[in-house]
């Protein structure tokens, strides 16, 4: 009967200690104007974040559908290409079906019930519907291209099948669960995830769009880069409204790690070599779009890449080619994107 009884005895223990941290971090909350509970929270007017609302509007604006996007001419295209590109397209889109799903947890298990102004509950709100046509899109792609069910289904669950992908998965995963971190670390971590984590492969399809392939994925790519470009953007705006904010030597620890993960990830795990893209030069540009996101959230930069990836192709010659602009389609506001 003495081991039944061990839990009951370290119960006050435990509970004191989450008491202890529920209560520091409901004090932090009471600090910051953005997490201060209010009657205010239930209606939207009078606007009190001009900026904050001005995005969200941004947002509402840009939306799309997955039936938007016409499928029909990529499976001839995915037919020729060689087994290498197969498998390293496949693998990305695996990537993504998992990784809007992850944001879509954070925005509906933590921010949204943590931010407590009207204008960003809004963009939150939008945000998960937006990441739902994401998700929507890179499972119509998979299953569009690969007709065999196991394979299939080895896609769909990456994160327990492909180690890599849960290395990344378990990176963004362990910040939601995190009960201690603050919630201007988390922003920064997960302006790191749609900043940086899709970054690289968000510029390898696109390279698949200079070779005049797969104009399907290729436009969609467009779409939801620039939604996710906007995510990150406001990530930014939201983090420069903190009273609290985590120190620079935090936010760096985040923002480097989180470039680590990804330059293994496409150099290593999932070369974008297998695409005839160069490296070395996809390395500089997740180091460069690194330092575009310190430089956005008040930061200086961290790497100070030698080159401009965003105004040269990362191919494997080295070869330069002209900036990502704007997204062509219905109800669309002409804007440059710079991957």
């Given at each position: 009967m003495g081991d039944p009884e061990r839990p009951e005895a370290a119960r006050p223990e435990l509970d004191e200690r989450l008491s202890s941290d529920t209560n520091e971090n409901e004090a932090k909350s009471d600090e910051e104007p953005l997490l201060r509970k209010s009657s205010r929270r239930f209606v939207i007017f009078p606007i009190q974040y001009p900026d904050i609302w001005k995005m969200y509007?941004?947002?509402?604006?840009?939306?799309?559908?997955?039936?938007?996007?016409?499928?029909?001419?990529?499976?001839?295209?995915?037919?020729?290409?060689?087994?290498?590109?197969?498998?390293?397209?496949?693998?990305?889109?695996?990537?993504?079906?998992?990784?809007?799903?992850?944001?879509?947890?954070?925005?509906?298990?933590?921010?949204?019930?943590?931010?407590?102004?009207?204008?960003?509950?809004?963009?939150?709100?939008?945000?998960?519907?937006?990441?739902?046509?994401?998700?929507?899109?890179?499972?119509l792609l998979i299953d569009t291209y690969i007709r065999d069910p196991k394979k299939r289904e080895f896609l769909f669950n990456a994160i327990e099948t492909m180690p890599y992908v849960k290395k990344k998965a378990d990176w963004a995963l362990r910040w939601i669960e995190d009960r201690k971190s603050t919630f201007g670390e988390r922003v920064v971590a997960f302006a790191a995830v749609e900043g940086i984590f899709f970054s690289g492969s968000f510029a390898a399809i696109f390279w698949l769009k200079k070779r005049g392939l797969m104009p399907g994925l290729t436009f969609s790519n467009e779409l939801i880069s620039r939604d996710e470009g906007l995510h990150c953007d406001f990530a930014c705006l939201m983090f420069q409204y903190l009273v609290n904010k985590p120190s620079e030597e935090r936010v760096r620890e985040i923002?480097?790690?989180?470039?680590?993960?990804?330059?293994?990830?496409?150099?290593?795990?999932?070369?974008?070599?297998?695409?005839?893209?160069?490296?070395?030069?996809?390395?500089?540009?997740?180091?460069?779009?690194?330092?575009?996101?310190?430089?956005?959230?008040?930061?200086?930069?961290?790497?100070?890449?030698i080159c401009a990836p965003s105004k040269r192709s990362i191919n494997q010659d080295g070869g330069s080619h002209g900036t990502w602009d704007q997204v062509k389609g219905p109800h669309r506001k002409r804007r440059e994107y710079l991957i």
């Open positions: 509007k941004q947002a509402q604006a840009s939306f799309w559908t997955a039936e938007e996007v016409d499928l029909s001419k990529d499976l001839p295209h995915w037919n020729k290409l060689k087994s290498d590109e197969k498998y390293f397209i496949s693998h990305i889109l695996a990537f993504f079906a998992a990784s809007d799903g992850i944001v879509n947890e954070n925005l509906v298990e933590r921010f949204s019930q943590e931010v407590q102004v009207p204008e960003a509950r809004c963009f939150y709100g939008f945000q998960i519907l937006i990441e739902n046509v994401h998700s929507e899109m890179y499972s923002i480097v790690n989180a470039v680590e993960i990804e330059q293994e990830f496409l150099t290593e795990a999932l070369p974008v070599g297998l695409i005839g893209m160069n490296c070395v030069l996809m390395k500089q540009y997740i180091e460069f779009v690194a330092d575009r996101l310190l430089v956005e959230l008040g930061f200086s930069k961290e790497y100070a890449a």
